[in-house]
Every structure is written in C-alpha cells, then in structure tokens.
C-alpha cells in the first residue's frame, strides 16, 4: 500500500532521479475532433435508446460530461521521484517491494514512458513520461531493486488507444 507523504513522516532516501511530469497528457483537439466525437456519442446514445439499454446512454453521458470538465482545467504537475528506497509519484511514496516489475517504452517521439505494475486491483499500473530523460541509467539504476519485465515491448492497448483517439 503506498504511503501518504503528507500525513506520514516516511523516510524516502536519497533522491537519484527526480522531475516533473503532467498529470495527464492534453492533447490539441481541433473541431474536426469535436464533430467526429459529437457524431459518435449522438449515434451511440440513439442506438441505446432504440435498444433501450438506458444504463448504456447514461455511461455515454457521464463520459462525455467527464470529458467536457477534463478539458476545462490544464493538467497539473506532478512531482516524480525515483529514491533509494522507492519511487515518488506526487504525495504517493511506493517502496521497491511494492512494485512488481517495471519495463520501459522508448520510441520516439510518440511514446517515451517508464511503467511500474502494482498488484493494487483499482491501480495496477504506474505509467511516467520519460521527458527527454535517457532511459538507460535510470533502467540500470532500478535493476538493482525491481526486476524488468522483458515480455513488454509496445505500450498497453489501453494507453495507445487513449493517444490514438486523444481521450487520456
């Protein structure tokens, strides 16, 4: 379970590497991009109405409403820490134990990300922009805690749909 920084006096170590990263990635959606959407949504909601699958038009709605209020507020930044005893993601602090792998994804310029799995039910997955920092001492740096997961070689279909369709 990670701990609260703001209400636990935890000692995280030394900090090796540390940055700032966007709590979500804003992507620039044009009109076209509203349009296509509205289209989608508005059939979507026709066909549950025809099909009379009510919970289906009120998830659509929700959706759309979360997705409006989204794109109202900018991303924040999030603080970023990689420590002697763990990882830093905000005001989480998760110690090495807690991670079960991590791999990370380097083709730029579409993805540059560092991945760490949990084996929390609701968060099983960490995933944190690289920027324009080189992955290879910071891989090197966590192979001494956390074992990498070699099997992971593209993105997770979740997040490469996310970009794709600029929803994240």
Do not use: C
Not at 44 to 63: P, Q
Not at 105 to 119: C, G, R, T, W
Not at 149 to 154: F, G
């Amino acid at each position: 379970m990670p701990k609260d920084l703001t209400r636990e006096n935890i000692s995280t170590g030394k900090i090796i590497y540390e940055w700032l990263v966007k709590e979500y990635e804003q992507y620039d959606r044009n009109r076209r991009w509203y349009w296509i959407a509205s289209i989608v949504g508005a059939v979507l909601i026709l066909f549950g109405l025809l099909t009379a699958d009510y919970l289906f038009v009120l998830v659509l709605v929700l959706f759309g409403i979360v997705l409006f209020l989204h794109d109202l507020r900018p991303p924040l930044d999030v603080y970023f820490g990689i420590t002697e005893t763990g990882i830093i993601l905000g005001k989480k602090f998760y110690r090495y134990t807690e991670l079960n792998n991590f791999w990370i994804i380097y083709n730029p310029p579409e993805v540059k990300n560092l991945y760490f799995s949990l084996d929390n039910i609701v968060k099983h997955r960490i995933q944190v922009p690289l920027l324009d920092y080189d992955p290879r001492p910071i891989r090197d740096y966590l192979l001494q805690f956390v074992e990498e997961d070699l099997n992971e070689e593209e993105e997770p279909f979740s997040d490469r749909l996310a970009r794709i369709l600029k929803i994240h």
